[in-house]
C-alpha cells in the first residue's frame, strides 16, 4: 500500500514527470491519464474497473522513455523553474510540507471503536450541607437524587467508574491565591456553628460546613481526574457527579454555593499539564459563571460560552459583565460569549435555539480538543431558582450534537439544579446520552423562541460577527439606513421591523452589604404553580419514551444488485463496483459483524413501488427482461441519463424492497437505525419515467410504506447527494406528511437534472406548501463548514419543529471530495458528523439510504463513516484547517452565504424557528449602548470613538463601558475590527452632512439659564443607574441640575419633561450619555461650567475623571463667565476644543428628552 502522504517535492517531480510526457513524441496521452489515476486514486477507479495492470504498464513505459529519449524542452523549463524557486526560497525544508491524504482521517478511524464512557463521584459529597438553615436550596439531595436516578435507568453499571481523588494545593494554585485556599482549610473540622455562620455572612449566598474544605478539594480532584482519562484516551466521554459546585467561585472569593472553580481549574490543567491549545466550555447553568469567565477573559486558549438568566442585572449575580456585551479583551477578544435571558419561562425552542444559531457553528469552527459542560440544571422544569421551563428530555438535545465534536472528548461536570425532580431527571438523561443511548423524543411541542431570545442571541451574534466566519449569515444594514427611516418615517415603531437595534438595559440589583443573609435564603415558588410543575414533570416522565431497540443498526445488502450495469459503456460512473467497494470497506473496518445484516432477495412488490410510482411505469420496466441489448440500448436514450440492462427490473425491485426490509426492522423496535447499500440509486426516478440513473425511487417508496402500512404521521427525508431529487420532489411536493429537504449543487438551473425546480424559491403545493425546502448551491467546492452551517442554521431547526417519527436519507456521496462529478469538499468523516445529527431526530430512527457517489474511494469511506457514527465509534472531527480561516473567505463560503441568507428569508414564512435569524438585518458597525430605550442611531452615533487629541471627552462608548474581567495572558489574538474615528466617518458621510440628514447637532456655546448653576454646590457625585422618581423607570433618565430630582425623558414617561415646565428648572442632564439639554432653549449645552456635574456623572459611571477638554484654562472653583469662551471676553475658546463637533441625535428638532 502506497505512504498516505507525500511530500511537496514529490508532487512537484510528478508533475514536471507529467508535463514531459505530454511533450514526448510517443504515446504519452493514454499515459498521463493512468498516471494521474494513480497519484489520486479519483475518478479513474471510480469510472472503470479492473484497469490497475494497464495502469502499471503504462507506468513502466513512461520509465523506458525516460531513460531512452532525450529529454524534452518542457522537461529542461520545469527543471530550471524549480531550481530558480529552491533558490528564491532560501529554505529548502519549506519544500517538504506535507500534503495529507484526503482519507487519511477516515483511515485513522479504522481502529476507532466505541471507547465506555467514565463517571466520577463519591459518596462522602453529601455531607456537605447547611447546619443552620436546613431549607437551603443547596442541599445533599441534588447530589443522592441524581445517583439514585441513574441506578433506576442501569446506568452507573455501564460506565467506567472512576475512583476519586482530591486535587493537591499546588492544582488549586493554579488559579485560585493562596489566601483563598488557606481561609478554607482553617474551617476544615471546626464545629463552631455561630462562628461558620458568621464566616459565611461575610460572602454572597455561601454556608460552610466542617466537610466543605475536604469535599471541594474532592469535587475539584475528580474533575481534573476525569479530564486527564479523557485526554489519555482511556474513555470516550465522561460525568462528575459532584458537589460543592464550583462556577461562581473567584480568584480569591467564596461565592454562590461555590468554593473552588473545578471546571476552570481542570481547564487550566488541561492547558499546563497537557499542553491543549483549544478548550470549550458551556455554562448552561441558569446563573453567569462569573468565576470561569474571568479566569479566561483574556485567554484565546479557552472560549467560554454561558447560556444564564439575567433581566437586565436585577437576576443574581447582578453583574455588566455577564451581558452579551462582554466578549473578551486583550487577545482573548471574541472568546468570551455570554447569552443573557432576559424574561423567565424560557423553553425547549429557546435554548435549541441558542445552540444551533450560535454555539454549535462557533465550535466547530474553533475545533477544540476539549469541551467541558458546566452542566447547571436550574433553568429545567420547576426549579424555584431559575423559573425556566426546559424539559429533562432537552438536555440531551443540547449535549448530542456536542458529542462528536473535540475527538468525542466531552466531560460533563454537574454545577446547581435545585428542583430535585427535574434535577435528577435531567441529569440522568444527560448520563445516557454520553453512554450512546438515543435522544428520547421530545413530548411537548417545540415552543417557538422567545421575542427576548431573539434580541439578545442577535445582539450576541452581531457582537461576536467581526471574529468569527460562521456568524455571517444575517444580513446588515448601515447605520444611516436608520436615519433615513425615521426621517421618512418620523419614528413609526411599526417601521422597519427587520432592523434588530442593538441596545443595553441596565437594571441591576440591591446595592452591595458588608454581610449577607444567611438564613432563610431559599424562596420557594407559590403552592399553586410547584404542584403544577410537579404534575407537569410526572407526565412527561411518564410519557418520555426510553426503551432501546436490541439491535443498534440493521444492514441491507444484496449482491444481486451487482448485475444492474452498461453493456454498453463498461466505464460509465454508476457500476455495481460502487456497492461491491462500500461492501468490502465495511468488511474490512470490522462493521459487518456488529451489525445485524437483514436477509438477501426482499423484492418490492408491484403495490409497493406503485406507493410512489404509476403502474404503466413500473410494468414498462417490467417488460425489459429478456429485451435484446441493442434494442434496450435503444429505449434508455429515449430517456434522461439513463441505462438499462435485462436485470434492470430485478434490481430495481431489490434496492426498494431493501430499503423497506430496513424500515421495517426500526419502525417494528428490532433495531434503532439502517444503512442500505443499494443500486440502482432512486431520487431522481419520477413517479413516471426512470430519471438521471434511476429506476424506482427506493426512499419515496420507504416513506409512502411508513406512513401507510405503519401509521406515520411525518417522515423526514433528508437528501445530500450533490444533484437535487427532483423525482422525490415531485412525488411529495403536495403531502404535509413528507418533509423533503435537499441540499444540491444547482449553478442557476445550470446543473444536472437542470432547470428551475432545485430552486429554493420551489416549497410545495398546495398542502404540502412549506414542507420542501431546497438548498441549492451556485458554486462548486462546497465543504465541511459550508454543509456544517446549512444544517445547523436551516436544516436541524426546521426538522426539530417538524419532530419527524422517522429519518430517510437519501445518501448520495458524490458532494464528496474526490468524486469526479460533484465538485464539493465534503470529507467522510464529515458525512459522519451530519449523520450524527441527524440522528438524534426521532428517537434515533433513522436510515441511510446509498443514493449516487462515483468516486468509489470516497463513498466507501463516506458510507462507512456513517455506518461506524450510528455504532456509536467515535468518527474524526472535520478539521476546517486554522489556516484556511484566517484566509478571506473563499467563493464558495461566500455563495454558501448568500444561498443560506435567501433561504432562511424565504423559509421563515413557514417555519417559525426560522423567523428571528432569517428575516432580521445586524447593524454593519454595532457600537453598544447602555441605559438607552431612543432609536438605535442615537445609541450608535454617540458611541463612535473620537480619537483626535483636542476632543478626547468621554460620555459613555466602547471604551467607557469596556469589561475587563481577566488577567493578560500572552497569547496570540484574533484580529479586530477597526473602530471608526469621527473624522472619518464624517468623511464618508459628508454629503449626508451637509444636507442635514444626519441629524447632527452643534451644541450651543451658552445659554443664559447657565447662571441658575452655582459650580460650588455641585454634588460629589450623581447616581447614574437612579430611578424615575415619578414611575421608577430604569430606561432612559435625566437629573436636573437645579434641584437634583430624577425624572425619564420624553420617550418614556415625559416626568422630566413635566418637572422642567412646573419647577422652572430648565436644565437637565442625561444619565445615559452625559449631555446637557436646556429645555428653555429647546437645545443641547456644552459649556466649561457644566463640568463640576459632568464629572460628578462620569466617576460613578466609569469610575474615572472626565477629561477636561475646554480651551480655557481650568478654574479650581468652578466658576466661569457665561460667555462662549467661559471668560466673557475671549472669543478663541470654544466648547470642546478648537474644530470639534459633539454629536447628539434626535427625533426632532424641538425637543431631546
Same mark, same amino acid.
Given at each position: 500500500?502506497?505512504?498516505?502522504?507525500?511530500?511537496?517535492?514529490?508532487?512537484?517531480?510528478?508533475?514536471?514527470?507529467?508535463?514531459?510526457?505530454?511533450?514526448?513524441?510517443?504515446?504519452?496521452?493514454?499515459?498521463?491519464?493512468?498516471?494521474?489515476?494513480?497519484?489520486?486514486?479519483?475518478?479513474?477507479?471510480?469510472?472503470?474497473?479492473?484497469?490497475? @495492470?494497464?495502469?502499471?504498464?503504462?507506468?513502466?513505459?513512461?520509465?523506458?522513455?525516460?531513460?531512452?529519449?532525450?529529454?524534452?524542452?518542457?522537461?529542461?523549463?520545469?527543471?530550471?523553474?524549480?531550481?530558480?524557486?529552491?533558490?528564491?526560497?532560501?529554505?529548502?525544508?519549506?519544500?517538504?510540507?506535507?500534503?495529507?491524504?484526503?482519507?487519511?482521517?477516515?483511515?485513522?478511524?479504522?481502529?476507532?471503536?466505541?471507547?465506555?464512557?467514565?463517571?466520577?463521584?463519591?459518596?462522602?459529597?453529601?455531607?456537605?450541607?447547611?447546619?443552620?438553615?436546613?431549607?437551603?436550596?443547596?442541599?445533599?439531595?441534588?447530589?443522592?437524587?441524581?445517583?439514585?436516578?441513574?441506578?433506576?435507568?442501569?446506568?452507573?453499571?455501564?460506565?467506567?467508574?472512576?475512583?476519586?481523588?482530591? +486535587?493537591?494545593?499546588?492544582?488549586?494554585?493554579?488559579?485560585?491565591?493562596?489566601?483563598?485556599?488557606?481561609?478554607?482549610?482553617?474551617?476544615?473540622?471546626?464545629?463552631?456553628?455561630?462562628?461558620?455562620?458568621?464566616?459565611?455572612?461575610?460572602?454572597?449566598?455561601?454556608?460552610?460546613?466542617?466537610?466543605?474544605?475536604?469535599?471541594?478539594?474532592?469535587?475539584?480532584?475528580?474533575?481534573?481526574?476525569?479530564?486527564?482519562?479523557?485526554?489519555?484516551?482511556?474513555?470516550?466521554?465522561?460525568?462528575?457527579?459532584?458537589?460543592?459546585?464550583?462556577?461562581?467561585?473567584?480568584?480569591?472569593?467564596?461565592?454562590?454555593?461555590?468554593?473552588?472553580?473545578?471546571?476552570?481549574?481542570?481547564?487550566?490543567?488541561?492547558?499546563?499539564?497537557?499542553?491543549?491549545?483549544?478548550?470549550?466550555?458551556?455554562?448552561?447553568?441558569?446563573?453567569?459563571?462569573?468565576?470561569?469567565?474571568?479566569?479566561?477573559?483574556?485567554?484565546?486558549?479557552?472560549?467560554?460560552?454561558?447560556?444564564?438568566?439575567?433581566?437586565?442585572?436585577?437576576?443574581?449575580?447582578? #453583574?455588566?459583565?455577564?451581558?452579551?456585551?462582554?466578549?473578551?479583551?486583550?487577545?482573548?477578544?471574541?472568546?468570551?460569549?455570554?447569552?443573557?435571558?432576559?424574561?423567565?419561562?424560557?423553553?425547549?425552542?429557546?435554548?435549541?435555539?441558542?445552540?444551533?444559531?450560535?454555539?454549535?457553528?462557533?465550535?466547530?469552527?474553533?475545533?477544540?480538543?476539549?469541551?467541558?459542560?458546566?452542566?447547571?440544571?436550574?433553568?429545567?422544569?420547576?426549579?424555584?431558582?431559575?423559573?425556566?421551563?426546559?424539559?429533562?428530555?432537552?438536555?440531551?438535545?443540547?449535549?448530542?450534537?456536542?458529542?462528536?465534536?473535540?475527538?468525542?472528548?466531552?466531560?460533563?461536570?454537574?454545577?446547581?439544579?435545585?428542583?430535585?425532580?427535574?434535577?435528577?431527571?435531567?441529569?440522568?438523561?444527560?448520563?445516557?446520552?454520553?453512554?450512546?443511548?438515543? !435522544?428520547?423524543?421530545?413530548?411537548?411541542?417545540?415552543?417557538?423562541?422567545?421575542?427576548?431570545?431573539?434580541?439578545? #442571541?442577535?445582539?450576541?451574534?452581531?457582537?461576536?460577527?467581526?471574529?468569527?466566519?460562521?456568524?455571517?449569515?444575517?444580513?446588515?444594514?448601515?447605520?444611516?439606513?436608520?436615519?433615513?427611516?425615521?426621517?421618512?418615517?418620523?419614528?413609526?415603531? %411599526?417601521?422597519?421591523?427587520?432592523?434588530?437595534?442593538?441596545?443595553? /438595559?441596565?437594571?441591576?440589583?440591591?446595592?452591595?452589604?458588608?454581610?449577607?443573609?444567611?438564613?432563610?435564603?431559599?424562596?420557594?415558588?407559590?403552592?399553586?404553580?410547584?404542584?403544577?410543575?410537579?404534575?407537569?414533570?410526572?407526565?412527561?416522565?411518564?410519557?418520555?419514551?426510553?426503551?432501546?431497540?436490541?439491535?443498534?443498526?440493521?444492514?441491507?445488502?444484496?449482491?444481486?444488485?451487482?448485475?444492474?450495469?452498461?453493456?454498453?459503456?463498461?466505464?460509465?460512473?454508476?457500476?455495481?463496483?460502487?456497492?461491491?467497494?462500500?461492501?468490502?470497506?465495511?468488511?474490512?473496518?470490522?462493521?459487518?459483524?456488529?451489525?445485524?445484516?437483514?436477509?438477501?432477495?426482499?423484492?418490492?412488490?408491484?403495490?409497493?413501488?406503485?406507493?410512489?410510482?404509476?403502474?404503466?411505469?413500473?410494468?414498462?420496466?417490467?417488460?425489459?427482461?429478456?429485451?435484446?441489448?441493442?434494442?434496450?440500448?435503444?429505449?434508455?436514450?429515449?430517456?434522461?441519463?439513463?441505462?438499462?440492462?435485462?436485470?434492470?427490473?430485478?434490481?430495481?425491485?431489490?434496492?426498494?424492497?431493501?430499503?423497506?426490509?430496513?424500515?421495517?426492522?426500526? #419502525?417494528?423496535?428490532?433495531?434503532?437505525?439502517?444503512?442500505?447499500?443499494?443500486?440502482?440509486?432512486?431520487?431522481?426516478?419520477?413517479?413516471?419515467?426512470?430519471?438521471?440513473?434511476?429506476?424506482?425511487?427506493?426512499?419515496?417508496?420507504? +416513506?409512502?410504506?411508513?406512513?401507510?402500512?405503519?401509521?406515520?404521521?411525518?417522515?423526514?427525508?433528508?437528501?445530500?447527494?450533490?444533484?437535487?431529487?427532483?423525482?422525490?420532489?415531485?412525488?411529495?411536493?403536495?403531502?404535509?406528511?413528507?418533509?423533503?429537504?435537499?441540499?444540491?449543487?444547482?449553478?442557476?438551473?445550470?446543473?444536472?437534472?437542470?432547470?428551475?425546480?432545485?430552486?429554493?424559491?420551489?416549497?410545495?403545493?398546495?398542502?404540502?406548501?412549506?414542507?420542501?425546502?431546497?438548498?441549492?448551491?451556485?458554486?462548486?467546492?462546497?465543504?465541511?463548514?459550508?454543509?456544517?452551517?446549512?444544517?445547523?442554521?436551516?436544516?436541524?431547526?426546521?426538522?426539530?419543529?417538524?419532530?419527524?417519527?422517522?429519518?430517510?436519507?437519501?445518501?448520495?456521496?458524490?458532494?464528496?471530495?474526490?468524486?469526479?462529478?460533484?465538485?464539493?469538499?465534503?470529507?467522510?468523516?464529515?458525512?459522519?458528523?451530519?449523520?450524527?445529527?441527524?440522528?438524534?431526530?426521532?428517537?434515533?430512527?433513522?436510515?441511510?439510504?446509498?443514493?449516487?457517489?462515483?468516486?468509489?474511494? @470516497?463513498?466507501?469511506?463516506?458510507?462507512?463513516?456513517?455506518?461506524?457514527?450510528?455504532? %456509536?465509534?467515535?468518527?474524526?472531527?472535520?478539521?476546517?484547517?486554522?489556516?484556511?480561516?484566517?484566509?478571506?473567505?473563499?467563493?464558495?463560503?461566500?455563495?454558501?452565504?448568500?444561498?443560506?441568507?435567501?433561504?432562511?428569508?424565504?423559509?421563515?414564512?413557514?417555519?417559525?424557528?426560522?423567523?428571528?435569524?432569517?428575516?432580521?438585518?445586524?447593524?454593519?458597525?454595532?457600537?453598544?449602548?447602555?441605559?438607552?430605550?431612543?432609536?438605535?442611531?442615537?445609541?450608535?452615533?454617540?458611541?463612535?470613538?473620537?480619537?483626535?487629541?483636542?476632543?478626547?471627552?468621554?460620555?459613555?462608548?466602547?471604551?467607557?463601558?469596556?469589561?475587563?474581567?481577566?488577567?493578560?495572558?500572552? @497569547?496570540?489574538?484574533?484580529?479586530?475590527?477597526?473602530?471608526?474615528?469621527?473624522?472619518?466617518?464624517?468623511?464618508?458621510?459628508?454629503?449626508?452632512?451637509?444636507?442635514?440628514?444626519?441629524?447632527?447637532?452643534?451644541?450651543?456655546?451658552?445659554?443664559?439659564?447657565?447662571?441658575?448653576?452655582?459650580?460650588?454646590?455641585?454634588?460629589?457625585?450623581?447616581?447614574?443607574?437612579?430611578?424615575?422618581?415619578? !414611575?421608577?423607570?430604569?430606561?432612559?433618565?435625566?437629573?436636573?441640575?437645579?434641584?437634583?430630582?430624577?425624572? !425619564?425623558?420624553?420617550?418614556?414617561?415625559?416626568?422630566?419633561?413635566?418637572?422642567?415646565?412646573?419647577?422652572?428648572?430648565?436644565?437637565?442632564?442625561?444619565?445615559?450619555?452625559?449631555?446637557?439639554?436646556?429645555?428653555?432653549? @429647546?437645545?443641547?449645552?456644552?459649556?466649561?461650567?457644566?463640568?463640576?456635574?459632568?464629572?460628578?456623572?462620569?466617576?460613578?459611571?466609569?469610575?474615572?475623571?472626565?477629561?477636561?477638554?475646554?480651551?480655557?484654562?481650568?478654574?479650581?472653583?468652578?466658576?466661569?463667565?457665561?460667555?462662549?469662551?467661559?471668560?466673557?471676553?475671549?472669543?478663541?475658546?470654544?466648547?470642546?476644543?478648537?474644530?470639534?463637533?459633539? /454629536?447628539?441625535?434626535?427625533?426632532?428638532?424641538?425637543?431631546?428628552?
Amino acid at each position: 500500500m502506497s505512504p498516505p502522504i507525500v511530500t511537496r517535492r514529490g508532487a512537484q517531480q510528478a508533475k514536471i514527470q507529467t508535463r514531459a510526457m505530454v511533450k514526448s513524441k510517443s504515446t504519452a496521452g493514454g499515459t498521463t491519464a493512468a498516471t494521474a489515476a494513480g497519484m489520486f486514486g479519483g475518478s479513474g477507479n471510480s469510472s472503470s474497473s479492473g484497469n490497475s @495492470s494497464s495502469s502499471g504498464n503504462s507506468s513502466t513505459n513512461v520509465g523506458d522513455q525516460r531513460k531512452a529519449g532525450k529529454p524534452s524542452t518542457a522537461l529542461l523549463e520545469a527543471k530550471r523553474r524549480a531550481r530558480n524557486m529552491l533558490k528564491n526560497q532560501g529554505n529548502a525544508t519549506a519544500m517538504q510540507e506535507t500534503v495529507t491524504d484526503i482519507f487519511q482521517n477516515a483511515m485513522n478511524a479504522k481502529g476507532l471503536v466505541q471507547r465506555p464512557t467514565a463517571l466520577i463521584y463519591d459518596e462522602t459529597m453529601s455531607q456537605h450541607c447547611c447546619l443552620w438553615d436546613k431549607e437551603h436550596y443547596e442541599c445533599p439531595e441534588r447530589f443522592t437524587r441524581v445517583l439514585e436516578r441513574c441506578r433506576e435507568l442501569n446506568l452507573v453499571e455501564r460506565c467506567n467508574q472512576l475512583p476519586s481523588r482530591a +486535587a493537591t494545593k499546588e492544582e488549586i494554585l493554579r488559579l485560585h491565591t493562596e489566601e483563598h485556599f488557606e481561609r478554607l482549610k482553617q474551617t476544615a473540622g471546626i464545629r463552631d456553628d455561630e462562628r461558620m455562620e458568621e464566616l459565611s455572612s461575610r460572602y454572597d449566598s455561601i454556608y460552610i460546613h466542617p466537610s466543605t474544605f475536604e469535599l471541594s478539594l474532592l469535587a475539584t480532584g475528580s474533575t481534573i481526574e476525569l479530564v486527564d482519562q479523557l485526554i489519555a484516551g482511556k474513555a470516550q466521554n465522561g460525568m462528575a457527579i459532584i458537589r460543592p459546585p464550583g462556577h461562581h467561585a473567584m480568584k480569591a472569593e467564596f461565592n454562590g454555593y461555590c468554593f473552588f472553580n473545578n471546571v476552570a481549574l481542570a481547564a487550566q490543567h488541561a492547558l499546563d499539564v497537557h499542553k491543549l491549545q483549544r478548550i470549550l466550555i458551556i455554562d448552561y447553568d441558569v446563573h453567569h459563571g462569573q468565576g470561569t469567565q474571568r479566569f479566561f477573559y483574556n485567554d484565546p486558549r479557552v472560549v467560554y460560552f454561558s447560556i444564564h438568566r439575567f433581566e437586565y442585572g436585577s437576576f443574581w449575580p447582578h #453583574l455588566k459583565e455577564s451581558d452579551y456585551h462582554a466578549i473578551g479583551s486583550g487577545p482573548g477578544t471574541g472568546y468570551n460569549f455570554n447569552v443573557p435571558l432576559n424574561s423567565i419561562g424560557m423553553t425547549n425552542g429557546d435554548y435549541l435555539a441558542i445552540f444551533q444559531q450560535l454555539l454549535l457553528p462557533v465550535a466547530l469552527e474553533y475545533q477544540p480538543e476539549l469541551i467541558i459542560v458546566s452542566a447547571g440544571y436550574d433553568a429545567a422544569l420547576g426549579c424555584p431558582e431559575g423559573e425556566m421551563e426546559v424539559t429533562p428530555a432537552c438536555y440531551p438535545h443540547l449535549l448530542n450534537p456536542l458529542l462528536r465534536l473535540a475527538d468525542s472528548r466531552v466531560a460533563v461536570v454537574l454545577e446547581g439544579g435545585y428542583c430535585l425532580d427535574s434535577l435528577a431527571e435531567g441529569a440522568a438523561l444527560t448520563l445516557r446520552s454520553l453512554l450512546g443511548d438515543p !435522544c428520547p423524543p421530545l413530548v411537548e411541542p417545540l415552543a417557538l423562541p422567545r421575542p427576548e431570545l431573539a434580541k439578545a #442571541l442577535l445582539s450576541c451574534i452581531c457582537l461576536h460577527r467581526p471574529h468569527w466566519r460562521c456568524l455571517q449569515l444575517q444580513r446588515t444594514y448601515e447605520v444611516t439606513e436608520m436615519a433615513d427611516l425615521y426621517r421618512d418615517c418620523e419614528g413609526d415603531s %411599526g417601521s422597519g421591523s427587520d432592523l434588530h437595534q442593538i441596545m443595553r /438595559i441596565w437594571i441591576g440589583g440591591p446595592p452591595p452589604v458588608d454581610r449577607y443573609p444567611t438564613r432563610d435564603t431559599a424562596i420557594p415558588l407559590p403552592a399553586e404553580k410547584k404542584v403544577r410543575n410537579l404534575a407537569r414533570l410526572q407526565v412527561l416522565r411518564t410519557e418520555t419514551k426510553l426503551s432501546i431497540p436490541p439491535i443498534r443498526v440493521c444492514y441491507a445488502y444484496d449482491p444481486q444488485m451487482l448485475e444492474h450495469s452498461n453493456l454498453h459503456d463498461p466505464g460509465h460512473p454508476e457500476q455495481p463496483s460502487r456497492i461491491r467497494h462500500i461492501h468490502k470497506m465495511h468488511e474490512e473496518y470490522a462493521l459487518l459483524a456488529r451489525m445485524k445484516q437483514l436477509p438477501a432477495g426482499r423484492t418490492a412488490t408491484t403495490d409497493e413501488v406503485c406507493l410512489a410510482h404509476t403502474r404503466s411505469h413500473v410494468n414498462s420496466v417490467r417488460r425489459l427482461l429478456g429485451r435484446d441489448p441493442e434494442e434496450l440500448q435503444q429505449l434508455g436514450a429515449s430517456y434522461n441519463s439513463v441505462y438499462l440492462h435485462p436485470r434492470t427490473f430485478d434490481c430495481a425491485t431489490l434496492a426498494a424492497g431493501s430499503v423497506l426490509q430496513a424500515v421495517e426492522s426500526v #419502525l417494528r423496535g428490532e433495531s434503532r437505525s439502517g444503512i442500505c447499500n443499494v443500486r440502482p440509486p432512486g431520487h431522481h426516478a419520477e413517479p413516471d419515467q426512470p430519471h438521471g440513473f434511476c429506476i424506482f425511487n427506493n426512499v419515496a417508496i420507504a +416513506a409512502q410504506y411508513a406512513i401507510r402500512d405503519f401509521g406515520l404521521e411525518r417522515v423526514l427525508i433528508v437528501d445530500w447527494d450533490v444533484h437535487h431529487g427532483n423525482g422525490t420532489q415531485h412525488i411529495f411536493e403536495s403531502n404535509p406528511k413528507v418533509l423533503y429537504i435537499s441540499v444540491h449543487r444547482y449553478e442557476h438551473g445550470t446543473f444536472f437534472p437542470k432547470g428551475p425546480d432545485g430552486n429554493y424559491d420551489v416549497v410545495g403545493k398546495g398542502a404540502g406548501r412549506g414542507f420542501n425546502v431546497n438548498i441549492p448551491w451556485n458554486k462548486k467546492g462546497m465543504g465541511d463548514l459550508e454543509y456544517a452551517l446549512a444544517f445547523q442554521q436551516l436544516i436541524m431547526p426546521i426538522a426539530y419543529e417538524f419532530n419527524p417519527q422517522l429519518v430517510l436519507v437519501s445518501a448520495g456521496f458524490d458532494a464528496a471530495i474526490g468524486d469526479p462529478l460533484g465538485g464539493c469538499k465534503v470529507t467522510p468523516e464529515g458525512y459522519g458528523l451530519l449523520t450524527h445529527w441527524l440522528s438524534a431526530l426521532a428517537g434515533g430512527r433513522i436510515i441511510i439510504c446509498l443514493e449516487g457517489g462515483y468516486n468509489v474511494n @470516497s463513498i466507501s469511506y463516506a458510507m462507512t463513516m456513517c455506518t461506524k457514527t450510528l455504532l %456509536g465509534d467515535p468518527v474524526p472531527t472535520p478539521q476546517l484547517g486554522a489556516q484556511a480561516l484566517q484566509k478571506p473567505a473563499t467563493v464558495a463560503f461566500q455563495s454558501c452565504v448568500e444561498t443560506l441568507r435567501a433561504c432562511l428569508q424565504l423559509q421563515a414564512r413557514h417555519w417559525k424557528s426560522l423567523e428571528f435569524v432569517g428575516c432580521q438585518r445586524l447593524p454593519l458597525e454595532p457600537l453598544v449602548g447602555e441605559n438607552n430605550n431612543e432609536d438605535f442611531l442615537t445609541a450608535s452615533l454617540r458611541q463612535l470613538n473620537i480619537s483626535s487629541d483636542s476632543v478626547r471627552r468621554t460620555t459613555g462608548g466602547a471604551e467607557g463601558d469596556r469589561t475587563d474581567c481577566g488577567e493578560e495572558r500572552p @497569547s496570540g489574538s484574533k484580529p479586530k475590527v477597526k473602530v471608526k474615528t469621527l473624522t472619518e466617518y464624517m468623511a464618508e458621510h459628508k454629503e449626508a452632512l451637509e444636507q442635514n440628514e444626519m441629524f447632527a447637532v452643534y451644541p450651543l456655546k451658552t445659554c443664559p439659564h447657565l447662571s441658575q448653576l452655582l459650580p460650588e454646590e455641585a454634588p460629589l457625585t450623581i447616581n447614574t443607574n437612579a430611578a424615575c422618581s415619578g !414611575c421608577n423607570s430604569l430606561a432612559e433618565n435625566w437629573v436636573c441640575l437645579s434641584c437634583r430630582t430624577v425624572a !425619564c425623558g420624553r420617550y418614556v414617561n415625559e416626568h422630566m419633561q413635566m418637572h422642567s415646565l412646573g419647577s422652572d428648572h430648565p436644565l437637565a442632564l442625561s444619565l445615559s450619555d452625559l449631555s446637557v439639554w436646556c429645555y428653555a432653549c @429647546s437645545a443641547y449645552l456644552d459649556h466649561p461650567r457644566l463640568y463640576a456635574f459632568l464629572n460628578a456623572a462620569h466617576v460613578d459611571k466609569f469610575q474615572e475623571p472626565m477629561a477636561w477638554t475646554y480651551a480655557c484654562q481650568r478654574r479650581a472653583d468652578g466658576c466661569y463667565g457665561l460667555g462662549p469662551d467661559g471668560q466673557d471676553q475671549d472669543d478663541d475658546c470654544i466648547p470642546g476644543g478648537a474644530g470639534s463637533i459633539c /454629536i447628539q441625535l434626535e427625533r426632532n428638532n424641538n425637543d431631546s428628552n
